[in-house]
């Protein structure tokens, strides 16, 4: 069916009142472009007949219209949804493909930016000793996540002391003051609780998920152990040989963690980045009681840390526990801001090959350092965010299409932007394959990359990133968990609750030259380091 056409006094029931999205065109029968377009607008008025309205208004005749919504040149098409203008263009359509691509576009962008608006928000307040503490209430069921974030992890480690980090979140569940060991552990299941433990780079990380009338006796628990740990002869070396254990079974066992440990190091070089965060063996033998407590007394305190309380719990519930709990604990006054130093420009590209007998199958990684969300430019994150997504992330990834179904060169293809850090993020791509086929896949991906810095994208593929990475971020929303996970990592690293908010807004607002930018900027050769695994 062709479009129908609309006057004066039918504009408000055919297009501010319909129940489905409404494409208005407004034409001129002297407009040649006008003309030129009509095959175009009556092909997808059919197609998607049902799904989106197209109506035709006659500039000419109907002035006020034209007038009130802005139309300088001819054919203008404006696209409605709920009564309001959301998208428009002037000029003609090439052809009916290009049309029925711009409006997939920008009803998914419409999509994606209207449910993200209705996520839940944190509420922040610090405590007079330093702690900074976030709430977001979640009254679905009786149940609260309480995390401590202490902004410390293996980056920050001394110089002689690796791996201390990880020793001492091991330690934490060990003896008090007034706990034995195994006594904290203990208390929070007969509260009916359970929890975790977790260090990275630049955090540790305590977690409990615990009833919400049972709130006051996890942060009582927390709180005393900030200041209160003892570490009874014997505990260290128990916990030392743990995680030896743990660095046998996920690193020295597993040869694609191996070769990113190595890649680590041939990537960062003489930054902390470069040491692992389960650190190699002789250097957990060197560490000491004394070595987990001075590291203790000096990065434990509220001061240093962030609390995130995510669940059945109220901002004034939260604050008056705080109070009464780690308000106690005083300050440390030699908690400083992190002064790292940036590591060496990476000035040429690097490459590691690691061969293992354990290898079932050849694996090509490429890592290029780029900003985190902490030291980006504004608008850069969330571009490197978007390219990962359309370049090496989900099935409908370019990579999937090139390697996977496109030759067969690779039996999967995979990646990230990892950039919850605070000095350099990473984006990392990835491909599974024969040993033969390394060098193809390497020359594949170069290519997909050089073709996004000289053709750019499309519309829809940017606009189905967008839909993707706001669609993940609603659907976290309903886990605790990663409700937590985002809030206390942006935290600790420096960022801010506004910073974290605006992020669907930010995302939504990303143009395609913005990631052209990025791509040409940092997934440069020199700033990268290539690894190859291969059996044998």
Request: glycine share 6%; proline share 6%; aromatic share 6%.
């Amino acid at each position: 069916m062709p479009a129908a056409p609309v006057v004066e006094w039918t504009f408000e029931k055919d297009v501010l009142n319909s129940p489905i999205p409404v494409l208005v065109v407004f034409s001129a029968s002297w407009c040649r472009p006008s003309r030129d377009m009509a095959p175009a607008i009556e092909a997808v008025a059919n197609e998607l007949c049902g799904t989106i309205k197209i109506v035709e208004i006659d500039a000419e005749r109907y002035a006020d219209i034209k007038s009130e919504y802005a139309v300088r040149g001819l054919p203008t098409s404006i696209l409605f949804k709920g009564g309001q203008s959301m998208a428009r263009r002037v000029g003609a359509f090439a052809d009916a493909e290009s049309l029925k691509e711009w409006l997939n576009a920008e009803l998914i962008k419409s999509s994606a930016t209207s449910y993200a608006s209705e996520l839940p928000r944190a509420t922040t307040f610090k405590l007079s000793n330093g702690l900074e503490v976030a709430v977001i209430s979640d009254h679905r069921s009786p149940v609260v996540l309480h995390t401590l974030w202490y902004r410390v992890g293996a980056a920050d480690e001394p110089e002689g002391l690796s791996g201390v980090a990880r020793l001492l979140e091991h330690l934490m569940f060990k003896s008090q003051d007034d706990l034995a060991e195994g006594e904290f552990s203990k208390i929070i299941t007969d509260l009916g609780g359970v929890h975790s433990a977790m260090s990275r780079r630049d955090m540790t990380a305590y977690v409990e998920r615990i009833a919400s009338d049972q709130l006051r006796p996890v942060m009582e628990l927390e709180a005393a152990r900030m200041s209160n740990l003892r570490l009874a002869p014997g505990e260290v070396e128990r916990e030392r040989q743990t995680i030896i254990e743990q660095r046998q079974s996920s690193i020295v066992l597993d040869p694609i963690m191996r070769l990113r440990e190595k890649m680590d190091a041939a990537l960062y070089q003489d930054h902390p980045y470069s040491a692992p965060v389960i650190s190699k063996v002789d250097a957990l033998n060197r560490l000491s009681r004394k070595d987990a407590m001075r590291f203790y007394k000096r990065y434990y305190a509220p001061n240093n840390a962030v609390l995130v309380v995510v669940g059945d719990v109220t901002e004034e519930e939260v604050r008056a526990m705080a109070e009464s709990t780690y308000g106690k604990v005083p300050p440390n006054p030699d908690v400083r801001p992190r002064q790292r130093a940036p590591g060496p420009e990476v000035l040429a590209p690097r490459r590691v090959i690691h061969k293992d007998p354990r290898a079932s199958a050849s694996v090509f990684l490429r890592q290029y350092v780029v900003p985190s969300y902490v030291t980006a430019q504004p608008g850069e994150a969330e571009a490197l965010d978007i390219l990962a997504r359309i370049l090496c992330i989900g099935p409908s990834s370019l990579l999937q299409h090139r390697l996977v179904r496109g030759v067969g060169l690779a039996v999967r293809a995979w990646g990230a932007y990892n950039s919850d850090v605070v000095d350099h993020g990473t984006l990392v791509m990835g491909a599974g394959t024969s040993q033969r086929n390394l060098p193809a896949i390497e020359a594949a991906i170069d290519d997909a990359i050089d073709d996004i810095r000289a053709n750019g994208l499309t519309d829809l593929q940017l606009a189905r990133a967008k839909k993707a990475l706001l669609a993940d971020h609603i659907f976290a929303a309903s886990s605790q968990m990663a409700l937590a996970d985002r809030y206390g990592h942006a935290l600790a690293n420096g960022r801010t609750v506004e910073q974290i908010e605006a992020w669907p807004t930010n995302i939504a607002k990303t143009r395609i030259d913005d990631i052209v930018r990025v791509a040409t900027e940092y997934l440069d050769p020199r700033r990268a380091v290539t690894g190859w695994l291969q059996p044998g």
